[in-house]
DNA sequence: ATCGATTCCGCAATCGGTTGCGGGTTCGAT
DNA sequence: ATCGAACCCGCAACCGATTGCGGAATCGAT
């Protein structure tokens, strides 16, 4: 902060005025004469006077600032969010001051603390997968700052909350799966014990039974990246000739899956279908583009937001807390019919 | 800031010393006696004092905040960017304000005037394309904050610089190519009035200069992203046969060449090797993996802060502009021989 | 008892802006 | 001439910390 800035009492000097009647001709208060104002307004204009935006805070006892706790930026699916927060709170009036915890608890006590000291007014989290213990937020919450988790929430806390209908999601995969024709459906599936595993397995196996088609438990493998198809690719070519679809459970195995069932021959989506999980761009680069359930992280930032703000500029009234609901939803491509 | 955090005129009071007491006890000044100091340091743990880092802010006129304005945050490489810059910026007791212009002039003027009113120490900056006048950074460096471009750096303006050596990854990746036997490489460019373009193409040239072989124009194909090369597969087939190489501009377009090659029966890397320039993580999922140029936004973000700090902490050292160079590597996979 | 030197701590100003309250000036009315 | 009401504006405190300076208390020395 070298640079040095132009102050309310720089100008008060100059117009040989107080201090105080420059900060309300600023702001049209009643008491100072047209005159004083048209004086003070061009003059400030003139060597254009900004505001300090920290004494500002410190006076106000509110800062305009929102803070973000992120795992790790680089995801498609986290800087999305980031980005559709970024914009909504932008717009609304707020900075947005931006932490990864880089998967790591201690990092995220270490930014949590950094966040309250610059008395950021809210808080945006989405915990980081080391996380065991929540006395760091459970701490925050009690002194009464609003927060709100999103994707990754803490159960134990009781806040607003925005997350993915993985269910649903999976069901919608599933349904379309059916509807054009599938019948026999392998579901390369996350660990049951994980949020998303069990969430999308359920959503399949809903879908299924909606249908009345018998849920084979054979046809679900727990195979969630692209290293386990590799290491499963004799398993999967063996149950490949009874197949006629596939849901993975995200995009990168679904399109593993895919070119080992091309490189034996089989063509997609003439022999298999396959539909993803949307976790970035690389649907669309995929030979042919997969068709996925599309995630929509800017959505869900935007949502986080809007809950945190609303919260922010209602402090009295005692809303219950919400937790919002993002449907994700199908983009048709080539990988299906 | 709803939550009323404790101050140090509440320790003050509650122990009844002053809070000029209270203020030199907790950083050890001599004046204090160890019995005060201690038992000023003890109470103010036990109530868990933390200083508010607005007020320090405004009275050591040092906000320890770095600002950024990026075009976009959704973007492997600027999420990569940032990553690093976060990484490094908090180890040295820095936060950081971020926000994105959307490749949208206007915006980026607000988000610095955001950064300027917030006192931030020093600003990072990575210009939008639509930005052709370039006042508002102009301003701010003659009023005398510290600044440092990366990637989209600004000509006009004297001041520390990150950026790629496009050149030379493109001479690295040409240069692979033709050390493992290809003599006729297809170059997909970008439009040569971009810098990218420009310097990717001239490094490309380079290295078959540098082993004699002559630059065949019509072997330079303007051709940049997915769609192009799709509306050019005509093009593209009818020099294939003639071809034993093909160096894609970007990621994007190197995996699209090759996989309209392998529809039409071409082997990779047998019949053709490709080599692509990194944009980021769709390069390991394509298949056969692509070989390309890794472009290291991690450690140009790291770069970037360590220049701008290295300047906030010698405000005096009239140092010299620096332009780092970061100079990518070639990641071998499986699309070269 | 008085003085000088230490030791330890508080007053008050400061950073940049906001705001309750009180006071001076001008005006018209009586 | 006197009073009261508008009309404008400044004083000072405040937000939470830091810091130069001055001063009270204590001690030993003369």
Redesign the interface.
């Known amino acids: 902060?070298?640079?040095?800035?132009i102050t309310i009492k720089d100008i008060a000097k100059m117009l040989g005025v107080s201090p105080s009647t420059v900060s309300r001709a600023l702001k049209d208060h009643p008491d100072i004469s047209e005159e004083t104002r048209n004086l003070v307004k061009t003059f400030a204009e003139k060597v254009k006077y900004?505001?300090?935006?920290?004494?500002l805070?410190?006076r106000k006892?509110?800062?305009n600032t929102l803070g973000l706790i992120v795992p790790?930026?680089?995801?498609?699916f986290f800087?999305?969010v980031?980005?559709g927060m970024?914009?909504l709170a932008?717009g609304e009036g707020y900075?947005?001051?931006?932490?990864?915890s880089?998967e790591n608890f201690y990092r995220e006590v270490?930014?949590l603390?950094?966040l309250?000291?610059?008395?950021v007014?809210g808080l945006l989290v989405s915990i980081s997968k080391t996380t065991r213990e929540f006395n760091h937020l459970h701490n925050a919450l009690d002194?009464?700052?609003?927060m709100v988790f999103f994707d990754r929430i803490c159960d134990e806390l009781d806040t607003d909350r925005v997350i993915t209908d993985d269910f649903e999601g999976a069901r919608i995969a599933t349904t379309h799966l059916i509807e054009t024709g599938c019948r026999k459906i392998l579901h390369l599936a996350a660990p049951r014990h994980l949020l998303i595993g069990k969430n999308r397995y359920e959503g399949y196996a809903q879908a299924l039974k909606n249908h009345k088609i018998p849920l084979d438990e054979s046809l679900v493998l727990k195979c969630d990246t692209?290293e386990e198809v590799m290491s499963m690719r004799q398993h999967i070519l063996t149950l490949a000739p009874q197949i006629d679809g596939i849901f993975g459970v995200n995009d990168?195995t679904a399109?593993?899956v895919m070119?080992v069932l091309?490189?034996n021959g089989y063509r997609i989506p003439q022999d298999i279908s396959v539909v993803g999980f949307g976790d970035?761009?690389?649907a669309?680069?995929?030979?042919p583009p997969l068709t996925t359930v599309e995630q929509k992280g800017?959505e869900m930032g935007r949502e986080a937001v809007r809950l945190l703000i609303q919260r922010l500029e209602n402090?009295s009234a005692m809303i219950n807390n919400q937790t919002k609901i993002i449907t994700p939803s199908l983009v048709r491509r080539k990988t299906s019919r």
């Not at 902060?1 to 800035?5: A, D, I, L």
């Not at 900075?95 to 990864?100: A, G, K, R, Y």
């Not at 309250?116 to 008395?119: A, C, E, K, P, V």
């Not at 669309?284 to 030979?287: F, H, L, N, V």
């Open positions: 902060m070298k640079p040095t800035h900004r505001p300090n935006a920290l004494a805070s410190l006892q509110k800062t790790e930026i680089v995801h498609h800087s999305s980031i980005s970024e914009d932008y900075t947005m001051m931006i932490c990864q880089n270490i930014n603390q950094a309250l000291d610059h008395r007014d002194s009464g700052i609003p692209r990168s399109i593993a070119q091309q490189e970035g761009p690389i669309t680069i995929a030979s800017y402090p």
